[in-house]
C-alpha cells in the first residue's frame, strides 16, 4: 500500500513470480497489478487485481479503508488482471455499486455467468461525485480491450489510465514497450 497523493491510495500487488506476460512477454522484473483507492466523502476502488493475489489486496484494502466501506468499485477494463476479483470484491463489501460502461457490464456476465446486483453504468464524459473531488470517464475502446475506459480525477488531476501507456519490461537485452494505446 502505498500513498499516491492527497487521499490516493495505491493498493496494488506486484506478482515476482511471473515470467511471461499473458504467456509470451518476458518479465524479468515481474508484473505490477493495479489498483487504487480514492479516500473522500464516499471512497472509490479502481480496479481488482489477478485471481491469484486476492489475499493480499483484500489486506491492502483493509489497511487502507480502516473501518469504512467502499461505495464504488469502478472497473476499468475486462482484462483478468484488471477484473478477475469483482465477485471476491463483491463477497466481502456486497453493497458497493460497481460502475463502468454498458459494454463491460456483457463482458462481466460472460465472464461470471451471473448478473452484477448494484450497478451504475456510465457513458463517455459522465462523472461521478465523490464530495470533495469528481470523477470523469473517459472512454477509450481498443486502448487494449473493446470496453477500455479511463478515469479523470479533476481535484488531485491524475489520470487513472487503465492500459493506456502501459509497457512491459526487458527482452533479449531489446526495450520492448507495449503501448496500449
Given at each position: 500500500m502505498?500513498?499516491?497523493?492527497?487521499?490516493?491510495?495505491?493498493?496494488?500487488?506486484?506478482?515476482h513470480?511471473l515470467?511471461?506476460?499473458?504467456?509470451?512477454?518476458i518479465?524479468?522484473?515481474g508484473m505490477?497489478?493495479?489498483?487504487?483507492?480514492?479516500?473522500?466523502?464516499?471512497?472509490?476502488?479502481?480496479d481488482?487485481?489477478?485471481?491469484?493475489?486476492?489475499?493480499?489486496?483484500?489486506?491492502?484494502?483493509?489497511?487502507?479503508?480502516?473501518?469504512?466501506?467502499?461505495?464504488?468499485l469502478?472497473v476499468?477494463?475486462?482484462?483478468?488482471?484488471h477484473?478477475a476479483?469483482?465477485?471476491?470484491?463483491?463477497?466481502?463489501?456486497?453493497?458497493?455499486?460497481?460502475v463502468?460502461?454498458?459494454?463491460?457490464?456483457?463482458?462481466?456476465?460472460?465472464?461470471?455467468?451471473?448478473?452484477?446486483?448494484?450497478?451504475?453504468?456510465?457513458?463517455?464524459?459522465?462523472?461521478?461525485?465523490?464530495?470533495?473531488?469528481?470523477?470523469?470517464?473517459?472512454?477509450a475502446?481498443?486502448?487494449?480491450?473493446?470496453?477500455?475506459?479511463?478515469?479523470?480525477?479533476?481535484?488531485?488531476?491524475?489520470?487513472?489510465?487503465?492500459?493506456?501507456?502501459?509497457?512491459?519490461?526487458?527482452?533479449?537485452?531489446?526495450?520492448?514497450?507495449?503501448?496500449?494505446?
Amino acid at each position: 500500500m502505498k500513498h499516491v497523493t492527497n487521499n490516493i491510495y495505491y493498493v496494488g500487488v506486484n506478482d515476482h513470480q511471473l515470467d511471461l506476460f499473458e504467456g509470451q512477454y518476458i518479465v524479468p522484473n515481474g508484473m505490477a497489478y493495479n489498483s487504487y483507492v480514492i479516500m473522500d466523502d464516499k471512497i472509490a476502488i479502481l480496479d481488482t487485481i489477478e485471481v491469484n493475489f486476492k489475499e493480499e489486496w483484500l489486506n491492502n484494502l483493509k489497511e487502507v479503508l480502516k473501518d469504512r466501506k467502499p461505495d464504488y468499485l469502478i472497473v476499468q477494463h475486462m482484462e483478468p488482471d484488471h477484473s478477475a476479483n469483482i465477485m471476491e470484491f463483491l463477497k466481502v463489501y456486497p453493497d458497493t455499486i460497481v460502475v463502468s460502461n454498458a459494454q463491460a457490464f456483457k463482458m462481466m456476465y460472460q465472464f461470471f455467468h451471473q448478473e452484477i446486483p448494484n450497478k451504475l453504468v456510465v457513458n463517455n464524459g459522465d462523472k461521478l461525485d465523490l464530495g470533495g473531488r469528481e470523477l470523469t470517464f473517459m472512454f477509450a475502446p481498443m486502448v487494449h480491450w473493446p470496453e477500455v475506459m479511463m478515469t479523470y480525477d479533476a481535484n488531485s488531476k491524475v489520470l487513472f489510465s487503465a492500459d493506456g501507456f502501459g509497457k512491459l519490461g526487458l527482452r533479449s537485452k531489446k526495450i520492448l514497450f507495449r503501448y496500449r494505446w
